[in-house]
């Protein structure tokens, strides 16, 4: 590819970041120029986000239906998978995965959620009464 026909597409995250590409410049050479991204990249990274967002939907739900605790939605909307959580909080995946029950949730301890607020930057008052609208 040449460097004038580097994509400049605009992608999500075009006031976030650009992109490094290498291209032959005017004299054969290979450069190092910047691309705001490109539309095959938009599209697959726009696919990713609309799978992030539907999956903190559904555990969104899933609270309000009372099928599952707050931690479970916070741990989906702050992006957290297993490790992650767990590395956070200290406790074992079992343990977390017991409290995604909403009748565990009830009785864990100020000093519990503390550990799972600080984890998702968030109070406790916000872990025990989340926004879900």
């Known amino acids: 590819m040449k460097e004038k026909d580097i994509p400049q597409?605009?992608?999500?995250?075009?006031?976030v970041t650009r992109e490094v590409v290498y291209a032959k410049g005017e004299d054969g050479k290979y450069v190092s120029s910047l691309s705001q991204g490109w539309n095959v990249k938009k599209e697959a990274l726009d696919n990713a986000w609309d799978d992030v967002?539907?999956?903190?939907?559904?555990?969104?739900?899933?609270?309000?239906?009372?099928?599952?605790?707050?931690?479970?939605?916070?741990?989906e909307k702050t992006l957290m998978d297993m490790p992650t959580i767990t590395g956070y909080t200290g406790f074992w995946s079992f343990t977390v995965k017991r409290h995604f029950k909403p009748s565990v949730f009830k009785k864990l301890s100020d000093k519990k959620l503390a550990i799972?607020?600080?984890?998702?930057?968030?109070?406790i008052e916000e872990l025990k009464s989340p926004d879900l609208s």
């Not at 539907?54 to 916070?74: C, H, L, M, T």
């Open 53 to 75: 967002n539907e999956k903190i939907e559904e555990a969104k739900q899933a609270v309000i239906n009372g099928e599952k605790s707050p931690i479970y939605y916070f741990k």
């Open 116 to 123: 799972y607020a600080k984890a998702f930057d968030i109070s």
């Open 9 to 15: 597409d605009e992608s999500a995250l075009k006031d």
